[in-house]
């Protein structure tokens, strides 16, 4: 036991006397401080609401443990096998947006946070006013009605389907002891103090302390990837008391009281207490503790108590609730419409104070403007308020809410998405984000099962300078150049059998035979991967027992002696065994990194033998982005090896500086090593990853890593996926302090001079107790500031909400959208983070998808989620918005010019269901044909190039500029529209017959060739036709004509419309009409041709450079090698291209290793990385039991007794 579990085991006995009555007499009268606690809760519940920025740091300053104050104000207790005296919070999960009772305040604030809803919602009231609408009681109302429903039946189908998957996470089952017999039950139905049983490959339900498990002295494997990323398996080990507990007869007479600290978020922390009736206390640790989101990994079965549940998890605590997301383009939306709203009151203002100028200017006793009731100034400004409202389309929300929600099911449908081994499609989770995918300017994504497969593969071996490959799916043994070189007797054949002796038993895999078959259990995904790549050419892990190893060469079963294991650690960087050979001589094995192996060499680096071409072999495999070992063998002399034993059996049981003492003894005997040669193993990376990552770095999309894995691992990844290159400088941040990382990130940040918060070709690696520091609030501007100086940036070994913290870091001092994506329950709090979460359906549960925005099965699948859904939905989207304006201010600006001619008086030139039915019928369907079918390029086109993603990126087809662009665009065409017509009837004559039309003859006039006009605009804006266009279009003005056709006959046989009665025949019976029809539309477009032909010609960018070549089925590959100087946003990114090529290329870590050995570093860590040629090995460090004790515990010779 270590001296902390030796002073917490004394500080827990102090409670020996106290017995369960008094523990239950405590707990009583602290009822009356619960209810206080409870009002508090409230109060910091509300508090949230209303200052919740003052919370978001709050966990930062919770302690853990028993000393955060009295045990009856701080701690929880629980008894086992008995009823609980408090009900605690249940096993149950959400991680919806909403519930059955949130739904309508939240939909309603969500909905009412944008300006048109609040607007128009005002404009329906006002309406409701007697005598001052001239347009009517419910035509804004009612459109208003339908598109709020709209929206919350597509937010309730969203949301549905995030219930849903929490409903397959909570109905999950699991063993729990009830009335002394096992009883299967859902997971959401687990309480605190159930005992419950976890068989082998199945997920932690909840946080449990460990009692006991079905492999020796109750030790226990765990998988820990879905909480921190690390693929090495962690081990538990249930304390000596609870281990008898292997069987439901002792389970089931077991009573005790467990008392813990609160729920809290550190996963890394955990002190409790068991007091079992009748006996001594036990202290609780973090050995005992199975979190939730873990996975119980070469273990049968183990039994537990839970002691937190549901949101009370540990894993839960590091989640966030899930967010109210809103795109940019949707709050740039919102200011237009707010700039929009006060020129609409400008306008309202200046009718009613004309009206008022005209009133006393005019006297004209037949028009009745004494008896008017509504003269006054104040009914006149609503009445025109009413009037000109429809400037702000109320059909735009419904409209961008439809278009999202199939472009949503266009993500889903694509088959080029569709990961066909898992049956796995893409899915849009919410479709209020499909523009924001195309605007990401950093990507923040996971390690572990995002970037990588979690699958470990030995590819080939140096021996002697020879590489062998591993043997491949069809190729027998005996037909490799390494089996036959054994055979032939190769001058190097004593050379390999040594090597494959040593992957045979230099490791710490337990072996268990099922159905004849060996079946490998290992705490290092590494490890396994060697044992496995012996066993390929012939060299095959049999049995282990407390003291030997053997294996089977051949026919031949050969046994070691294992006298001594000397574990991996980090600082080590190597792991050795030191066994007696069958013939009894005694070797010492050690495998590591290449730059602790070679200054151990006898020799020396220089003159060992075979050691300039085995480094000439780790660069080769290196160049592949593989994870080597190097391979060394001393042979020990008896006497030599009796006197370092004693030495380090006194290191071993040292009190003070037993790991000093061990390191420094292990020293004594790891030197003299003679050179086997090296391994190559592939922490295989999802297919597409370094090609994908290449491709975003071309986009101008920032790439940072965000994992819980060793710093050696994520570096070695971002090396293999291209994000790191050969010769890229690496900022290193590991710091122990806040001094040390206020003084590290000063001393960067003046390197980088005037660079600084310019990119530059450095990396960026910090680990997460820096990162703790560099975050605080003095140090978190420099800290970004360096941060964004850099290209690549890799932050190690940080928890869940520290991802979520550097996501919003980023966010909010530099503005840009975010995408966090990540596969496991650790990414969660990233991923609701982000302004876009991403979700990986992979093999760590489905936690990360049912927080995300988007799910996709493979990390590849983003490149096409983002460049071609991304850029295609931006553009749709922006091009509908502007379009919606657009026509809106087109038709109702017209009831401004004719309140010139109307007294301002707040006569509608238009019958007023016509203007009703503009938005929703005669002008609805060009949007969706441009919000649904448009497209700049196609996706082999835009694949190919990433850098047409850079204007959308940019935000340069929806940003201030462009939105008053379209709107004075907007206003000069209606002055057309409205005057050309004016000019043309100016004679009063529109029939042979010498007869006139009224004002509402006009005004249909005017209606027809704004109808016309704008949906042949909508042509000019569309950059692919399909027949759904032209059917938008066309169908649109035919929809028009009909709709004359059948209204102006509608009275008296319907009640409605009778001012458009016999309108038919007077409009097209008029040749003034149909010469209007031809000329004034063409009229009114003929500068928007002209100014779209110069553009296209002279000032064209480069994405229509790039459809135009698309469109004469021309490369555009030599387009964009020669950019033309009229493509100024595109300039900048040119230059980054040309710079990126070398990303292109395979990763390769070292070019020159030899003149590594004499170059000098600053620093012992920066030497031992370049040294490293890809070493990553992952072993847990520091667990509760050794890797010699584990091995120890073992006889895999004898069967195992099946229990519980």
């Known amino acids: 036991m270590t001296v902390n579990g030796e002073r917490r085991q004394r500080d827990y006995e102090s409670f020996e006397t106290e017995t369960c009555t008094q523990s239950w007499q405590r707990w009583t009268e602290t009822n009356i401080r619960s209810l206080y606690r409870t009002a508090q809760g409230w109060l910091r519940y509300v508090q949230r609401f209303t200052h919740p920025w003052d919370f978001l740091h709050e966990d930062e300053a919770t302690t853990s443990g028993l000393t955060d104050g009295a045990p009856g104000e701080q701690n929880r207790i629980i008894f086992v096998n008995r009823p609980q005296p408090i009900k605690y919070l249940n096993n149950r999960i959400s991680t919806a947006k909403y519930s059955v009772h949130s739904f309508i305040p939240l939909f309603l604030f969500e909905q009412f946070r944008r300006y048109s809803n609040c607007f128009f919602l005002l404009i329906a009231l006002l309406q409701q006013i007697p005598d001052v609408s001239p347009t009517g009681r419910w035509t804004t109302l009612t459109p208003l009605i339908l598109i709020l429903s709209v929206s919350a039946i597509k937010e309730i189908v969203e949301d549905f389907k995030r219930h849903r998957a929490d409903d397959e996470t909570n109905r999950r089952k699991v063993d729990v002891l009830r009335d002394g017999r096992w009883q299967t039950v859902r997971w959401e139905a687990l309480q605190v103090g159930d005992l419950c049983k976890v068989v082998n490959n199945q997920f932690f339900p909840a946080d449990i302390v460990l009692l006991a498990s079905s492999e020796p002295q109750g030790i226990s494997f765990i998988e820990t990837s879905n909480l921190d990323g690390e693929t090495n398996l962690k081990i538990r080990q249930a304390s000596s008391e609870t281990a008898r507990l292997d069987n439901t007869a002792e389970l089931a007479g077991f009573t005790a009281t467990i008392q813990c600290e609160q729920p809290n978020r550190h996963l890394y922390e955990f002190n409790g207490m068991l007091k079992e009736s009748n006996a001594k206390t036990i202290a609780l640790g973090l050995d005992q503790m199975l979190l939730r989101g873990a996975m119980l990994r070469n273990t049968a079965w183990i039994n537990g108590v839970v002691v937190y549940t549901g949101h009370e998890t540990k894993l839960m605590k590091n989640s966030t609730k899930a967010p109210l997301k809103r795109s940019s383009i949707d709050r740039q939306t919102n200011t237009h419409i707010l700039m929009l709203f006060l020129i609409l009151l400008t306008l309202s203002l200046l009718s009613a104070g004309f009206n008022e100028l005209w009133m006393r200017t005019h006297s004209d006793w037949y028009i009745g403007i004494d008896e008017a009731q509504n003269s006054n100034f104040g009914f006149n400004f609503l009445t025109f308020l009413i009037l000109y409202n429809n400037l702000i389309p109320i059909s735009l929300q419904v409209t961008a809410e439809i278009v999202r929600f199939f472009q949503a099911k266009f993500i889903a449908m694509d088959s080029q998405m569709y990961h066909e081994e898992t049956n796995t499609p893409a899915m849009a989770r919410t479709s209020n984000l499909n523009e924001e995918l195309g605007m990401v300017k950093y990507i923040f994504s996971d390690k572990t099962g995002t970037l990588t497969c979690n699958i470990m593969e030995f590819k080939k071996c140096s021996i002697a300078e020879i590489i062998y490959n591993r043997p491949g799916p069809n190729e027998k043994l005996e037909d490799t150049l390494l089996h036959q070189n054994l055979q032939r007797n190769h001058p190097t054949a004593p050379v390999i059998r040594e090597f494959l002796t040593m992957l045979a038993i230099c490791h710490t895999v337990i072996p268990e035979r099922v159905n004849g078959k060996v079946n490998y259990h290992a705490a290092s995904p590494d490890e396994r991967a060697l044992v496995l790549g012996g066993a390929m050419f012939g060299y095959v892990f049999d049995t282990r027992t407390p003291h030997t190893v053997s294996l089977r060469a051949g026919t031949e079963l050969q046994e070691y002696v294992v006298l001594n294991v000397i574990d991996f650690t980090s600082a080590r960087k190597r792991m050795s065994v030191i066994v007696k050979t069958p013939s009894g001589q005694i070797k010492l094995y050690c495998k590591g990194a290449d730059s602790v192996i070679y200054p151990r060499l006898a020799g020396g680096p220089e003159r060992a033998r075979y050691a300039d071409a085995t480094l000439t072999h780790l660069e080769h495999f290196a160049a592949d982005g593989l994870r080597t070992l190097v391979f060394a063998v001393a042979d020990i002399p008896d006497h030599v090896y009796k006197d370092w034993s004693n030495t380090y059996h006194k290191a071993s049981i040292a009190i003070q500086d037993r790991e000093q003492k061990i390191e420094e003894a292990a020293l004594l005997i790891e030197n003299n090593l003679r050179l086997l040669g090296a391994t190559a193993i592939e922490d295989k990376l999802q297919d597409g990853v370094p090609e994908t990552i290449a491709a975003l770095l071309k986009a101008n999309i920032h790439v940072w890593v965000l994992t819980g894995d060793k710093q050696e691992t994520a570096i070695n990844i971002a090396h293999s996926a291209r994000l790191i290159h050969t010769g890229m400088p690496l900022v290193i941040l590991n710091e122990d302090s806040l001094d040390g990382t206020r003084e590290s990130i000063s001393r960067h940040a003046a390197e980088f001079g005037d660079n600084l918060r310019k990119q530059n070709d450095v990396a960026l690696i910090i680990d997460g107790k820096t990162l703790k520091y560099a ?54 709090a990233m991923i609701q983070r982000a302004a876009v979460g991403v979700g990986i359906s992979g093999v760590e549960g489905l936690q990360a998808v049912c927080a995300s925005d988007y799910s996709i099965a493979q990390f590849r699948y983003l490149l096409r989620l983002l460049l071609v859904h991304g850029a295609w939905n931006y553009s749709r989207i922006s091009k509908l918005i502007l379009y919606s304006f657009y026509k809106n201010i087109c038709l109702y600006v017209i009831e401004l010019w004719f309140a010139i001619y109307s007294a301002w008086s707040g006569q509608i030139l238009f019958e007023r269901w016509t203007i009703g039915f503009y938005n929703v019928i005669f002008t609805a369907l060009p949007p969706f044909a441009i919000g649904l079918f448009d497209k700049l390029c196609s996706p082999e086109i835009m694949l190919r190039h990433p850098i047409l993603y850079i204007p959308s990126q940019q935000g340069l087809l929806f940003n201030v500029r462009v939105f008053w662009v379209w709107a004075v665009n907007a206003l000069l065409h209606s002055v057309l529209l409205f005057w050309l017509p004016m000019l043309l009837t100016s004679h009063h004559v529109l029939w042979p017959s010498g007869k006139d039309g009224g004002y509402l003859v006009m005004g249909n006039f005017v209606y027809t060739y704004v109808v016309l006009t704008v949906c042949l605009k909508a042509g000019l804006a569309t950059h692919s036709w399909t ?118 290329e395979t990763a390769r870590l070292l070019q020159n290793v030899r003149s590594v050995f004499s170059r000098r570093s600053a620093t012992r860590a920066t030497m031992e990385l370049e040294l490293s040629h890809g070493f990553a090995f992952s072993q847990e460090e520091g667990g509760s039991v050794s890797q010699a004790d584990v091995i120890r515990a073992y006889d895999t010779s004898q069967p195992r007794a099946a229990r519980s």
């Open 775 to 828: 975050m605080g609030c003095d140090l978190k501007k420099d800290f970004l500031d360096l941060c964004i100086s850099c290209k690549v940036v890799v932050c190690c070994r940080v928890s869940p909400i520290q991802k979520a913290e550097v996501v919003e870091l980023v966010a909010t001092a530099t503005g840009a959208v975010t995408l966090a994506i990540g596969d496991g329950a650790n990414d969660v």
């Open 1027 to 1144: 027949w759904v266009t032209h059917v938008a279009i066309w169908g649109s003005v035919a929809m028009w004509f009909i709709f004359i056709l059948v209204y102006s006959n509608l009275y008296p046989l319907v009640l409605i419309g009778a001012v458009m009665r016999g309108m038919d025949g007077m409009l097209f019976s008029s040749l003034v009409f149909w010469l209007g029809l031809v000329l004034i539309p063409i009229a009114t477009l003929i500068p928007d041709v002209l100014v779209t032909v110069v553009h296209n010609s002279a000032f064209k960018s480069i994405t229509e450079a790039v459809r135009e070549s698309e469109i004469k089925q021309r490369d555009p590959a030599a387009l964009l090698a020669h950019p033309r100087h009229s493509w100024t946003y595109i300039k900048y990114a040119i230059g980054k291209r040309n710079a990126l090529k070398c990303l292109t």
